[in-house]
């Protein structure tokens, strides 16, 4: 079949296609179509042996089971003949030239699928999923981008939800992964050494009762490359791959400028240009502030200037904008007259704003790079640089200083990771709303923070993909140095139009992004609140170097569910205590511990056993992780006494004390082991976000560590570490 320059292989060519490159298939024999067919057709099955599947075959025909074109376990030649015959009497002139395939019967009781497709964003792709009625029930499918290594071709069939198929099954044998990731292999040799493939399917993957594997059908469709997939309509080009690359020097000016001007102050404090201002020195920016106003009105004590042109040349790193739209081309052009290379626009009305404004945007970008000016934006949020007290932005809130770095194409999950970031102490190097990055968008600050000193992990937000190689490739840049952790929008279809209104932005396939972050070592998460926790917990603890946790809690349950986190997710062991472990933890606790991982100590704690018990279990070298649960308790009955009538008579002042001092202790005893043996330590209690002013909450932060919400929340951010220590090679 040929369309727009798209050609369908017929079966047998698919199959003689990929048997060159290492595919096998069921034993077959195609047949010509002539007057000696059904002659032909009863000596190939005779020759294969019975019983026989029989198919119709042409370039033309790609539903074969839809139009009855497949005879399955045909027993004899009379059978063979028959069946022969039905099939040719079924053809059309539309259907062209065909032949009879005969091969033999195969059968299992799993079956896969795999195959290669074509990504607009991010190119091409080898996919493995379950085939059969599973295929379309459970969706389970798994993709990796090519070129695809054996290794990652095992790793690929690991991210399949479903593992139990692989397994013994029903008294058949494991299935083999070696052979499957052969054929992967293979599908990715084909596409690399034949670029004229559009797409690849094999469907279905038989699994025999040894274990053993075998691909029973095939089919290939091919492209001139002329005809190869182009969204002309998709600027690929970028700050640093245009004609204007020397805007990405200007990346430190925009984070650590010398001098700010706020390009349409106001009076009034309802306003972008009053706001953005006030959040300048309020937060105690160390440089120079400027502000531009028409009537040259003094705000909030800075004098301004009734234009650009009126400011000192070659002084002011950083304009941030805050003007209508139809000012801001004459804005950039008096930038550039002043050597204002950095350009942070907020106004609305661009490409947000439907195609007259999609053009403006295209207008703004095209000027903004004429003049070598790095712009951010229209339609952002702003910025922030806690190592230079930096707070550009047209909404709070300004956080801590710490090592996390944000970049998002919504402004509202910049705030929110910095809502984070104020509530638990964990700061923030740099934060950036990339808004409608009609130059410079999420990649490109990705760029900059995988050289940045300030930051050791990258957060992120997405929504839509407008290049997915270059994003793809920032993302291995950063992730070969730091961690990366991203939230993606619109990974459902309601989600995906969604971020589609929003950002205006091309969105792919989401579990072909989610293969592009598996390869290239980003960790990916669903949702804000896990999204910082795991970064907190990368700009916090030190990466595992194994697999193995212990849980120590003195609050049973919570170890109970804290252990199903770990089991259900599969990343981390949760390791049976090492018998020298389990007889030094005996010496210390009633004979009612629970004698096993988690360690329960079941109320048997006295002053000092959730230290010593600390330190055996994290100095112990089979130990590589240890999450600690019930930090608080006793400052939350310490609280409940400060709180009664009966405080502080009765000895209640002195228990209470104690109370505080204990909590205290434990966080920073857990903090300063984690520094000493150099594995992550996890403290976990709901106290964290109930109350912030718990003694043992607060001592966490006071060693500038999280306070996880819950064991679960603690469990799943260590597993995401572990994975990233592995990817690394540091595991």
Same mark, same amino acid.
């Given at each position: ?334 930038? !550039? *007259? +002043?050597?204002?290379?950095? &350009?942070?626009?907020? $106004?609305?009305?661009? @490409?947000?704003?439907?195609? =007259? ?122 992730? !070969? *140095? +730091?961690?990366?952790?991203? &939230?993606?929008?619109? $990974?459902?279809?309601? @989600?995906?139009?969604?971020? =589609? ?133 006793? $400052? ?96």
């Amino acid at each position: 079949m040929n369309t727009s320059g798209q050609t369908t292989l017929s079966e047998a060519r698919s199959k003689q296609l990929l048997s060159r490159f290492g595919v096998k298939f069921a034993r077959e024999i195609e047949v010509m179509r002539d007057s000696d067919s059904i002659i032909n057709a009863v000596k190939a099955a005779e020759q294969i042996g019975f019983p026989v599947v029989v198919k119709l075959c042409g370039d033309l025909i790609t539903h074969k089971t839809e139009r009855g074109l497949v005879r399955l376990a045909v027993k004899t030649s009379t059978d063979v003949a028959q069946a022969a015959q039905e099939l040719l009497t079924k053809t059309s002139p539309q259907d062209g030239e065909v032949s009879l395939i005969v091969a033999s019967m195969e059968s299992g009781k799993r079956e896969f699928i795999a195959g290669v497709i074509r990504d607009p964003q991010f190119g091409l792709f080898v996919m493995i999923g379950l085939g059969g009625i599973y295929a379309e029930i459970l969706g389970d499918v798994a993709f990796a981008p090519v070129p695809l290594s054996h290794a990652g071709a095992l790793d690929l069939q690991r991210r399949l939800k479903q593992q139990a198929i692989f397994q013994e099954f029903r008294g058949e044998d494991a299935v083999s992964r070696e052979q499957i990731a052969d054929v992967l292999v293979a599908l990715s040799n084909a596409v690399e050494n034949d670029d004229s493939i559009a797409s690849i399917d094999i469907n279905p993957i038989l699994v025999r009762t040894d274990g053993s594997i075998v691909a029973v059908d095939a089919l290939v469709v091919t492209k001139t490359k002329s005809t190869l997939p182009i969204d002309e309509t998709r600027d690929t080009s970028s700050a640093t791959n245009s004609a204007t690359s020397s805007a990405s020097q200007y990346f430190d000016a925009l984070f650590n400028p010398r001098a700010v001007v706020v390009v349409g102050a106001s009076t009034h404090p309802g306003k972008f240009g009053f706001v953005s201002l006030h959040n300048l020195l309020s937060c105690g920016f160390k440089g120079e502030v400027f502000a531009t106003h028409l009537e040259r009105a003094e705000v909030l004590g800075v004098q301004s200037v009734s234009s650009i042109d009126d400011l000192p040349s070659d002084k002011i790193d950083l304009a941030f904008v805050c003007t209508p739209a139809s000012t801001n081309i004459e804005i950039l052009r008096a930038c !550039a *007259r +002043k050597n204002i290379r950095t &350009v942070y626009i907020t $106004s609305a009305g661009y @490409g947000d704003a439907g195609d =007259a404004g999609l053009l403006a945007q295209q207008t703004l970008r095209d000027t903004a790079r004429e003049l070598d000016i790095l712009l951010i934006g229209p339609n952002g949020q702003g910025l922030v640089s806690t190592p230079v007290s930096l707070c550009a932005q047209i909404v709070g809130p300004y956080p801590p200083s710490g090592s996390i770095s944000v970049a998002s194409q919504s402004g509202n999950f910049v705030s929110s990771f910095m809502n984070y970031s104020r509530f638990t102490g964990i700061g923030i190097a740099r934060a950036i709303s990339a808004g409608n990055a009609a130059c410079t968008g999420v990649p490109e600050i990705l760029d900059y923070f995988a050289q940045d000193d300030k930051t050791s992990v990258a957060l992120v937000y997405i929504e839509g993909i407008s290049d997915g190689n270059k994003l793809a490739t920032s993302m291995k840049l950063i992730t !070969a *140095r +730091k961690p990366l952790v991203v &939230v993606k929008g619109g $990974s459902t279809k309601s @989600g995906a139009l969604a971020a =589609a209104s929003h950002t205006g932005a091309l969105a792919s396939d989401d579990r072909v992004f989610d293969g592009v972050c598996q390869s290239n070592g980003v960790t990916r998460v669903t949702d804000a609140e896990e999204a910082f926790d795991v970064a907190a917990t990368f700009a916090t603890q030190p990466l595992p170097k194994g697999p193995n946790v212990v849980v120590l809690t003195t609050v049973g349950g919570w170890g109970v569910v804290t252990s199903d986190v770990i089991a259900k997710d599969g990343i981390l062991n949760l390791m049976s205590l090492p018998d020298d472990l389990s007889i030094n933890i005996s010496a210390l606790l009633p004979d009612r511990w629970s004698h096993n991982n988690p360690v329960d100590c079941a109320g048997g704690e006295t002053r000092d056993t959730i230290p010593e018990i600390l330190r055996l279990i994290a100095t112990h070298s089979s130990v590589d992780a240890v999450i600690f649960l019930g930090l608080g308790i006793q $400052s939350n009955q310490a609280r409940l006494m400060t709180e009664g009538s009966f405080y502080p008579e009765y000895g209640l002042e002195r228990i209470v004390s104690y109370h505080q001092r204990q909590d205290e202790r434990f966080a920073q005893i857990a903090a300063e082991l984690s520094i000493e043996t150099g594995k992550p330590i996890l403290v976990a209690t709901e106290l964290g976000v109930a109350d912030d002013q718990n003694a043992g909450v607060k001592q966490i932060r006071l060693s500038h560590r999280l306070c996880y919400a819950n064991g679960q929340r603690a469990a799943r951010a260590l597993g995401r570490s572990y994975q990233y220590a592995k990817w690394r090679g540091l595991a």
